[in-house]
Every structure is written in structure tokens, then in C-alpha cells.
């Protein structure tokens, strides 16, 4: 049970059990598909994280990526837990205002930021501004101006490093689509245009090499790059680095042969290495998505049907999919599976388990060893928190799951199922 949540448990009549609650009973009472947060177990990553970095330096904020998930219920939860965020929208700053996050806990980023998303946040009180490219600069200092505002802002680099994860995951490579390259100097470029505009303060950096890392290495060469990168700044221009932003990607295990990157050892690592490099480096900032949600929450399907093709494969085919998760269809991504009415039977046949959507590539699973399934069987897929339901999709003209919310044998909808009519609303006819 290790890849599901910390409350999740077989019961007596051999159901998975989460925050209490059968998931058989769950699913007759919501349907499927249906996304169950796990509350207790929110709450204790949420904690845990912010420990390991405030124990251990002294300004530490972790501020939380959205965009794996944001909702007024995650926000609330990662507020009271002291965390920060990452923000790339005006949706996902909407929802912090909504719950009264301090605006200096909001960080902008985006490799595109609109002007209407610049003056939102400036409007709004947000002072950091992660700089993504040269073109962003002007904009900025501009809106700035307008609203008398004066952002403190960080330079997001690209220092070519090489995270080991999958290519559309990597995003600290010389050729990555984020960031300012530090080979070609454009990164000392952009230092020197920031610091050349009086309305922009040039606090910091920031580095984010990619997702599902579960090697430190990768990390410690980051810490490298760019703390050399500080110390040219400083003999180049002047430059003192104060905030240092590490970005997350921290790996999260998906199936039983990985295992999830410990955030203890990430932080006594990292914490420990930055005194290598003599910079007057106060505050320190990382930015985990993954990590903190993922194993919060599973997806729970019903089987509609089964498709033996002799001496091929099984579909066991679900009522769910790439419509609610597409991340095997879009990168690969691997999990593991569970029958949740049949929690204690051995595994019997591996199969795959199909999506409904109309692509062939919809398979949410390739190779699962599962019971004898049977139509009507509940299937229950773990480390469902994070990329999913924000991914998610209306194709096929398919309504997107509920989301619920357990804890001590209470459950509540965060998010209720989406109907015909609320795909429909913004339709009209010529
Ligand atoms: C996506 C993203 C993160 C979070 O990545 P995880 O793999 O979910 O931890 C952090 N920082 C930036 C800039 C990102 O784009």
C-alpha cells in the first residue's frame, strides 16, 4: 500500500479504505470517475516539507507549484501550513486572493507572461517576478511604472544541465524553452537590463532543471551553476544574490521499482552545500509540485468492459482516461493499479487497463498484474494528486470527474462532477 495515501488501508470486507471511508461506498455515493483527496495525508506532507527547509535555514519559503493542482481547498490547506506559491495565471493568482495568501508569498512565473497577468500581480501586491526572457524586461519595468509599483525580481537560468527524466520533463537543458540561457550570455544580459531599469530591483535567481528527478546529483550541479554564476554577476555588475530559488522536481514514486526522493536528504544536502559558496545569500526558496501532492490522492474507475485478444493482451477497459489523465498518453507516465473491491485476492492476469476516450493511445496502464477482474470491478490508481484533474480535459465532450475530500470517515465534494450544460456554456450558434 506504500504508493497510496497514509489513511488508505484494506478493511474488513477486503475494500480499500481511505480517510475512513470504503471506496466502494464512495463511488456508489459520487460515481466514478471520481479523484479522492486523502486530508490527513495533504496536511502532513504540507507540514513536512515546510520543517525540513525552516529547520534547518533560516529564511526558508517553500513555495508550492500550482499548477500540479490548485484549488480553494489545496490553497487553504497550503496556506495554514505556511507555504508560498508559484503562480503562471490569473486563474491560479485568483484563487490565492480568494483565500487571502500574503502577496509575498506569490511568485510569478511563465515563459509567456501577458501583460494583463503582470498587472494583475503587480495590482494585487506580488513583488516577485521570476524573468523568464530579455522580452519580459521592458514590459515589466513598464507596467511598473504604471502602477507604481516596484517588482523585485529573479532571473530564471538555464544552466544546461541535464536532469535525467523524460524530454518533455526536462527543463534546465541548454535547448529547454524556459529560462535564460547562461551559455550564449543572455542571462548576463538580462542581469545588466534589469539592473539598468530604477523601477526593478534585482534580488535573486532561480533554477528549475526539470520533474520526476530521483538522482541529488542533478541538483547539486545546479547549486554550482548558478552559485558561479552569482559570483560572476557580483565582479561583472555588482550584483548581490539574496533570494536563491531552486525550483522542485523532486521524484515521486509511480510503481514499486521507484522510490520517492526524501525530502530530509534534499534538504540537509542542499542547505549544507550552499555554504560551500560564499554569497550573502539570506533567503532560500524551492518550489515542490509533485512532491507535495501526488500521493494525496488516487483516481478510483469502474470497469465497463473487458477485451481478451488471445495471445496479445486484456483490456480492462475503464470509464475514465487521457480526459482525466494525460500524462501516459503525453509523456509516457507509468502506474500501478489496484481492484479496490478485491483489495486481499492474489494477482491473477496482467493487463492493460484502457481508457474510453476515442485514441488508441488512450491506455492509462500498458502492464498491470491485477485479480480476475470483472465488470462492474472498481479500479483504483494511486499517486493521482498531482498533473491530472488541472490537466484534464473536456474531449469527446466528456464531463471531468468530481473531486472529493476524505478524513475521518467524513467525505466532501471540492470539486463537483462537471455536467453536460457546463461544457456547453460557452457555446453559441452564428
Ligand atoms: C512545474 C514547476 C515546478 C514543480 O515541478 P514538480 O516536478 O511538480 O515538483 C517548480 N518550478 C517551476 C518553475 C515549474 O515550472
Redesign the pocket.
Known amino acids: 500500500m506504500n504508493l497510496f495515501p497514509i489513511s488508505a488501508q484494506i478493511n474488513s470486507r477486503g475494500h480499500l479504505e481511505i480517510g475512513g471511508c470504503d471506496a466502494t461506498a464512495l463511488a456508489r455515493a459520487f460515481g466514478t470517475p471520481l479523484y479522492i483527496y486523502d486530508d490527513a495525508h495533504l496536511r502532513a506532507r504540507a507540514r513536512a516539507l515546510h520543517n525540513a527547509f525552516a529547520t534547518r535555514w533560516r529564511d526558508a519559503l517553500v513555495l508550492y507549484?500550482t499548477?500540479?493542482y490548485y484549488s480553494p481547498y489545496l490553497a487553504r490547506i497550503f496556506k495554514d501550513a505556511g507555504l508560498g506559491i508559484?503562480v503562471?495565471s490569473e486563474g491560479e493568482l485568483e484563487i490565492a486572493r480568494r483565500v487571502g495568501l500574503a502577496p509575498e508569498k506569490i511568485y510569478l512565473?511563465g515563459n509567456n507572461k501577458t501583460p494583463a497577468e503582470i498587472r494583475a500581480a503587480l495590482a494585487l501586491g506580488v513583488a516577485h517576478i521570476?524573468v523568464d526572457n530579455l522580452d519580459e524586461i521592458d514590459l515589466l519595468a513598464q507596467i511598473a511604472d504604471e502602477l507604481d509599483a516596484r517588482p523585485q525580481v529573479l532571473l530564471?537560468l538555464a544552466p544546461a544541465i541535464d536532469p535525467h527524466t523524460h524530454r518533455y520533463?526536462a527543463?534546465g537543458v541548454a535547448e529547454s524553452k524556459?529560462g535564460l540561457p547562461m551559455l550564449t550570455g543572455a542571462a548576463i544580459t538580462a542581469a545588466r537590463r534589469v539592473m539598468q531599469h530604477s523601477r526593478l530591483l534585482l534580488v535573486g535567481l532561480?533554477v528549475?532543471i526539470?520533474?520526476?528527478i530521483f538522482d541529488l546529483d542533478p541538483y547539486r550541479d545546479a547549486l554550482r551553476a548558478v552559485c558561479d554564476f552569482a559570483a560572476e554577476l557580483r565582479d561583472a555588475v555588482g550584483f548581490d544574490l539574496r533570494e536563491l530559488d531552486l525550483?522542485?522536481?523532486?521524484g515521486v514514486a509511480y510503481t514499486a521499482d521507484q522510490t520517492t526522493l526524501d525530502i530530509e536528504t534534499v534538504a540537509e544536502t542542499i542547505t549544507r552545500e550552499i555554504t560551500n559558496y560564499q554569497l550573502p545569500i539570506t533567503k532560500l526558496l524551492f518550489?515542490?509540485?509533485?512532491?507535495l501532492v501526488a500521493q494525496s490522492a488516487i483516481a478510483l474507475y469502474t470497469v465497463g468492459s473487458i477485451k481478451e485478444i488471445s495471445g496479445v493482451r486484456t483490456y480492462v477497459a475503464v470509464d475514465g482516461g487521457m480526459g482525466d489523465n494525460i500524462r501516459p498518453a503525453l509523456y509516457g507516465a507509468r502506474y500501478s493499479a489496484r481492484v479496490a473491491n478485491r483489495m486481499n485476492d492474489a494477482p491473477a492476469q496482467r493487463v492493460a487497463i484502457a481508457g474510453r476516450f476515442c485514441e488508441q493511445g488512450d491506455v492509462l496502464i500498458e502492464n498491470v498484474d491485477l485479480p480476475r477482474v470483472q465488470v462492474g470491478d472498481l479500479i483504483a490508481i494511486p499517486d493521482a494528486g498531482?498533473?491530472q484533474i488541472p490537466m484534464a480535459s473536456n474531449y469527446n465532450l466528456i464531463p471531468r470527474p468530481a473531486v472529493i475530500a476524505v478524513r475521518a470517515g467524513d467525505a466532501r465534494i471540492i470539486r463537483r462532477r462537471e455536467t453536460i450544460e457546463d461544457m456547453l456554456r460557452c457555446e453559441s450558434d452564428f
Open positions: 507549484a499548477k500540479a508559484d503562471t512565473h521570476i530564471r520533463l527543463t524556459f532561480h528549475h526539470g520533474s520526476q525550483g522542485g522536481g523532486w518550489e515542490p509540485g509533485r512532491a498531482a498533473y
